[in-house]
């Protein structure tokens, strides 16, 4: 950074580092109708309507193809929000987003949603203001780059020629920034499109949809009639420049928002009366007196959003009614106006049951296409959302046990799934299948068939905006301390604690049951990190390898019904039933089935020797678990992994849990603290279960 004399931070110079003169020119570009006419011509893209603009931007950002449960699905890009580099970004979606940009490609195409008012409906915190936010972040950056340039015009009068028409001014830019090729006279605008789109293989024709807005009408008629009719003059006044949308600048992109049914003004939506201006145009009749700001008139070209849409007041939905299929708002005293925009609302469960009990809003459900943003119901997905808030470049200072988030989101899941009708499938299996894991049994076909019988999956249950506010708190309790590291009881505890206020949920039946999902997840975590304590103290590769080496002798002596050599004695023995049983047993194989397997191990063997291959026992995953498990039961009451429970740990003992703590450490994320939580939890589970066979 520059610095003045002083050494203090230069502020101009640094500033000017990051301008860029050359882009400030382009965005503020300006020209003569026929410069405009000779843009179209090289680049009919130009003059795209709105919903054409919005797909295209879309598409901009590339796809993704992939198959899900036999089903092809396409991921675009831009909702992986590349412009501010994934903060808005929306996951596990995929399926809802492609129905919403089929929506824009068919309104694009003239198909007729072009007519329609798309409206995102689903429960509260399901990502659908999130969406919108996206679409109009991404239209503003869009028409900032060469492939969305647009344009608009002002009238000008430098020699104040005509101060008559234009008022005090010496330039009255277009109100509601419209095409300029809305200035062409009707009688000439087919020949002079002919001529335009012909030769030209692009994707959309370029075309002309409505006429100038009421103050542009007057100044191009007012015009003719000071000229005579000669159109080139009026024109001499016209200067064709760049627009860029935005919305802090109210260009191009608009955001209403209900407010008390009793102080509704359907002026917000269409414009008012400037009571400054009459004096000086002498009647509230004149365009030139009137406010063409209301929010159908500033997002012309662009985008309308329309937050929680069904409370509008019913006196606005006709405006709403006729923007959607004619493209025309009627604006007080003034002719119907035609606007070209993209109208978007969204609202949640209630108010859309409103919509369909009330008969009065038959012509605005019949005018609505409606697309469902539900919850996400696939654990991966729902993980990346807390994930994306709760990071270490977030969150300094603290630490975040491994599984807390994880076990959040499951939860989180679980509130939001349907139980299934199949009655040896639970719902944490459901979330398993769902979430891309096998279970013997289901197919893919099953899996698709589970998703179609649950026909409000994903509209009920736990919001993430919950489960954040819960991960928050347990990051700043006073109750945790100053320990530095959130576990996931704590967590656990936050979203149980939560459910008793929680002003979503409606009755105690449905606290008793997210209580007991709680549970269903608590044991969920008790078998992740048992497992991962058994594989922290079986990690002794060396060891699994002395004890495979020993299972495959004994297993190849079985086989070809040989004896083994005792390395100690020297005698031969017959092969070790026991030990061969022991490490079988840990993943199931039953007494019935020793015999294939012990044949499918050597015949594996076999196969990788043909091949000049040597076995490892890393290549067979059943195999590789099977003696983990057995080297853990082995090593468990070495390490007395049960005495931290009594706090007496000898020196040996505590040596060999520094080591599984730092394995934990080192191969699953823990820090110092909570990988000694977790060896004293999972020790308290094995104390249990001593306790339990003492008995």
């Known amino acids: 950074m ?49 919903f054409q603009r919005v797909y295209d931007m879309v598409l901009a950002y590339g796809t993704e ?90 009238w000008v009068d430098p020699e104040r ?44 024709r370029v075309e002309i949809r409505g006429n100038l807005c009421p103050p542009s009408r007057l100044i191009f008629r007012e015009l003719m009639k000071f000229y005579n009719g000669d159109w080139g003059s009026v ?34 939506l269409t414009g008012d009366v400037n009571y400054r201006k009459i004096a000086e145009y002498g009647s509230d009749s004149d365009p030139r007196a009137f406010n063409f700001d209301g929010e159908f008139n500033i997002a012309n070209r662009g985008m309308v959003e329309f937050i929680e849409v069904l409370k509008l007041d019913v006196a606005f939905l006709y405006d709403l009614l006729g923007a959607s299929q004619e493209h025309k708002i009627k604006p007080k005293k003034f002719p119907q106006t035609d606007i070209d925009e993209v109208i978007i609302g969204h609202t949640n469960e209630p108010e859309f049951k409103k919509l369909q009990n009330n008969e009065f809003m038959e012509a605005l459900r019949d005018r609505t296409v409606k697309i469902d943003i539900p919850y996400i119901t696939r654990l991966k997905d729902e993980i990346r959302i807390y994930e994306k808030d709760f990071n270490a470049n977030k969150i300094r200072g603290k630490h975040i046990a491994p599984h807390t988030i994880e076990l959040a989101s499951m939860w989180a899941i679980l509130s939001r799934l349907e139980h299934p009708k199949k009655a040896n499938l639970s719902l944490e299996q459901k979330l398993k299948l769902y979430d891309g894991k096998t279970l013997a049994g289901y197919t893919e076909d099953n899996v698709k068939e589970l998703r179609k019988e649950a026909t409000r999956e994903g509209l009920d249950g736990i919001s993430p905006r919950y489960v954040q506010d819960k991960i928050s708190n347990s990051l700043v309790n006073d109750k945790n301390g100053d320990i530095g590291c959130v576990n996931p009881f704590m967590v656990l505890n936050e979203l149980e604690g939560g459910l008793k206020h929680h002003a979503l949920i409606a009755s105690d039946e449905k606290r008793r049951e997210y209580r007991e999902l709680l549970a269903v997840v608590k044991q969920e975590f008790e078998d992740m990190v048992k497992n991962e304590v058994q594989r922290a103290i079986s990690a002794d590769e060396d060891a699994i390898a002395k ?50 397997f012990r044949r499918e191990i050597m015949n594996y063997i076999g196969a990788l020797a043909i091949e000049g291959k040597q076995f490892d026992f890393k290549t067979n995953e059943r195999l590789y678990k099977a003696l983990e498990l057995k080297l853990f039961e082995d090593q468990k009451d070495t390490i007395k992994l049960t005495s931290l429970v009594s706090n007496v740990v000898d020196r040996n003992t505590q040596e060999k849990i520094d080591i599984v703590k730092h394995r934990m450490i080192k191969n699953y994320g823990y820090c110092e603290i909570c990988s000694t939580d977790v060896l004293n939890y999972v020790a308290s589970i094995f104390a249990r279960g001593d306790a339990k066979k003492r008995q």
């Open 161 to 204: 020629k005509i101060q008559h028409i234009l008022g005090n001014v010496t330039e009255f830019p277009d109100p509601m920034h419209d095409e300029p090729l809305k200035l062409l006279p009707d009688e000439a605008r087919e020949p002079i499109l002919e001529e335009l789109n012909r030769g030209k293989k692009t994707q959309y």
């Open 547 to 596: 004890l495979c080496g020993n299972y495959i002798d004994n297993v190849k002596a079985y086989t070809q019904r040989e004896k083994i050599k005792n390395k100690y004695t020297g005698q031969d023995e017959e092969p070790d039933e026991r030990l061969m049983r022991a490490i079988e047993e840990k993943i199931d194989i039953p007494e019935s089935r020793k015999d294939d």
């Open 2 to 50: 520059a610095t003045t004399k002083s050494g203090n931070l230069d502020i101009l110079e640094a500033v000017s580092k990051y301008q860029k003169a050359e882009a400030f020119r382009d965005y503020h570009w300006e020209g003569s109708f026929q410069d405009y006419v000779e843009i179209v011509r090289q680049n009919p893209g130009v003059a795209r309507n709105s």
């Open 235 to 268: 024109m001499q006044h016209v200067r064709v420049q760049r627009l860029i949308l935005s919305e802090r600048d109210r260009m191009g992109i608009g955001t209403f928002q209900p407010k008390d049914e009793k102080n509704q003004d359907s002026t917000e």
């Open 65 to 154: 193809s992939y198959v899900d449960f036999k089903k092809n699905v396409v991921r675009y890009k831009f909702f992986s929000d590349p412009i501010d580099n994934g903060a808005d970004a929306i996951f596990g979606l995929d399926v809802p987003l492609m129905k919403l940009v089929h929506f824009f490609k068919s309104a694009a195409f003239g198909y007729g949603t072009e007519k329609r008012v798309l409206l995102l409906h689903g429960p509260v915190g399901s990502s659908k203001s999130t969406i919108v936010r996206l679409l109009k972040k991404g239209l503003e950056a869009y028409s900032r780059i060469d492939e969305g340039k647009m344009y608009t015009f002002k």
